[in-house]
């Protein structure tokens, strides 16, 4: 029997916040060597484009991916100016997206590089990138033309507050997180998707580079794995922060070492209850089903929600 024809996603509703303005993917003009790496947000997009960075460069030191890999739907910088200087890139782009599926222009002949992570760890990770932003973040997200919708407000003293806030408005104060993970998990038999799982990278970073490589049919010499490695690794990124974070981290209190924070998972544990953590576990099977629940909560390498 003849496989079914693929049936493409197609763009049906244009989102906007004090971060978003989709609107800028319906004038974007394709190459179709375009690599876009799309998370939910505090998921490993940095650590990907990272990744993506060095594969792209070969190992090059010093990869500024901040500058050459922007956030294409984010309001600021306007979207003239952020698409004649991606225009103008004449290296293999590749750039970042916290779109859901429907919300973005899909382009067949792109690579799509989704990354997830346990909403309790990007939970953690959103508080501190949201904890630490100074006046300057705000401004920028609250003070310039474009704003749609409710301006973006410092959040509350407590982390537990901060994610009973998340869960309870799905995503609140930034965007809905469910319907995220739903879209990108509905089309990941796409041969031009890829998922990737946090987790995953923490367990084995190079056969998971190996595996964006071989996606993105990037050829490596088999001596220049450790160095590629070595420059995606934590420490490395963490002495290098000001090539990672946006505009060299002006926008956090401490710079761009608050915006490489952690990267490590589970820190939610020492302060939930088994009662709180359950109730993250139940909204997920809910929302997403048992197999995109189950792998969400802990990637290919181990987990799952019977460890929350």
């Not at 710079?255 to 088994?274: C, M, P, S, Y």
Request: aromatic share 12%.
């Amino acid at each position: 029997m003849n496989a079914p024809p693929l049936v493409w996603p197609r763009k049906t509703r244009e989102l906007h916040n004090h971060h978003f303005d989709s609107t800028v993917w319906n004038d974007f003009l394709f190459r179709d060597d375009d690599i876009v790496i799309a998370t939910y947000a505090k998921s490993g997009t940095t650590w990907t484009q990272q990744i993506v960075g060095q594969l792209v460069f070969d190992g090059a030191e010093n990869v500024n991916v901040s500058e050459i890999s922007p956030w294409l739907d984010l309001r600021v910088p306007s979207k003239e100016i952020k698409l004649a200087a991606v225009e103008a890139q004449t290296h293999r782009r590749f750039l970042k997206t916290h779109l859901p599926v429907d919300a973005l222009v899909f382009s067949p002949n792109a690579k799509y590089i989704y990354v997830a992570r346990d909403g309790r760890d990007v939970v953690w990770s959103m508080y501190n990138h949201h904890a630490r932003a100074n006046e300057a973040w705000y401004a920028a997200l609250n003070n310039t033309p474009g704003l749609v919708g409710d301006p973006i407000c410092p959040p509350p003293a407590s982390i537990r507050q901060y994610y009973h806030d998340w869960l309870d408005r799905d995503g609140h104060p930034f965007w809905p997180f469910w319907e995220n993970i739903a879209s990108w998990w509905a089309v990941r038999q796409l041969p031009n998707v890829l998922l990737v799982h946090f987790a995953d990278l923490k367990a084995d970073l190079v056969g998971q580079m190996r595996r964006i490589a071989a996606f993105l049919d990037i050829q490596v010499d088999e001596h220049r794995w450790p160095s590629l490695a070595e420059h995606c690794s934590f420490e490395y990124m963490k002495r290098n922060a000001a090539k990672a974070a946006p505009l060299g981290g002006v926008f956090w209190d401490g710079g761009a070492e608050t915006f490489i924070h952690k990267g490590v998972n589970g820190r939610w544990r020492d302060v939930l209850t088994e009662q709180e953590s359950a109730k993250y576990e139940r909204i997920a099977l809910e929302k997403l089903g048992p197999a995109c629940a189950n792998w969400l909560a802990g990637g290919c390498s181990g987990g799952g929600l019977t460890e929350g």
